[in-house]
């Protein structure tokens, strides 16, 4: 008997930011599977009884392989489960969905999709901003600063990310920032363009910084590499409203 898997984007760990979907199938699960990032309150919305089990990955840190958690959804689901997968962000913006759904399918097991806020709309609309305007920044880029090594990706388009008239926005970036922002700047961007740097979005320790690509990519160079999550948007648009 096969069960069914439900992946659910948990936004940046508000619960009241969840889709009422997502909250239904958590309510419903039998197990749930969750990044560490999705943790905390929303697994308050679990029904009791429900097996919770950790599988996040965090930077730095001691973390669940890829394969042993493909391996997870497909024996829990064989056993009839109905199962939530719990991915932060939205599930479809740098959280290797994919390859979750690679294995189902071969497993022949059904799942389906539940959107959800990623964090870059979140940061936008913490800070009071908008990610595009009319005429002047009409297209809006995502973007990881980490490879499959963790370093900076090298075949990245800079001509398209060193567009002043772009937002873009910077997954997994804070570490690879300082080179990030060099090889913008060798492209052209200039070194006042305005950066907002989010971390901890939707909770208690909630921090943004308005600053340069420049400046930003110094205090980072000075920091060294904080494991805390953090996103970071660059582009006019990024440093036009007061905070």
């Known amino acids: 008997m096969s069960g069914f898997v439900s992946f659910i984007s948990a936004g940046p760990g508000d619960p009241e930011l969840l889709t009422l979907k997502g909250a239904a199938r958590l309510r419903e699960a039998d197990v749930v599977l969750y990044d560490d990032l999705a ?25 669940t392989k890829q394969h042993h958690v493909n391996r997870l959804l497909v024996d829990y689901a064989a056993t009839g489960a109905r199962v939530v997968r719990l991915k932060s962000g939205d599930a479809g913006i740098f959280g290797r969905l994919e390859e979750e759904l690679e294995t189902l399918r071969e497993a022949g097991i059904g799942y389906e999709i539940v959107p959800g806020v990623t964090s870059a709309c979140v940061a936008a609309a913490q800070a009071g901003i908008p ?25 990245l388009n800079w001509a398209a990310l060193a567009d002043p008239e772009a937002t873009t926005v910077v997954y997994m970036g ?51 590499a ?18």
């Open 39 to 63: 943790s905390g309150a929303i697994l308050d919305l679990a029904r009791p009884g429900a097996n919770l089990v950790a599988v996040g990955k965090r930077a730095g840190r001691p973390s």
């Open 174 to 224: 804070r570490r690879t920032f300082p080179a990030l922002a060099a090889k913008l700047i060798a492209h052209g961007l200039a070194p006042t363009t305005p950066a907002l740097f989010a971390e901890s979005l939707g909770r208690p320790d909630e921090r943004l910084v308005r600053t340069t690509i420049a400046e930003l990519a110094e205090q980072l160079a000075r920091g060294g």
């Open 131 to 155: 990610l595009t305007r009319r005429h002047t920044s009409r297209r809006v880029q995502f973007v990881t600063g980490a490879d499959v090594t963790g370093e900076l990706p090298q075949n």
């Open 226 to 243: 904080a494991s805390t999550a953090a996103v970071i948007l660059f582009g006019a648009l990024a440093g036009e409203y007061p905070s």
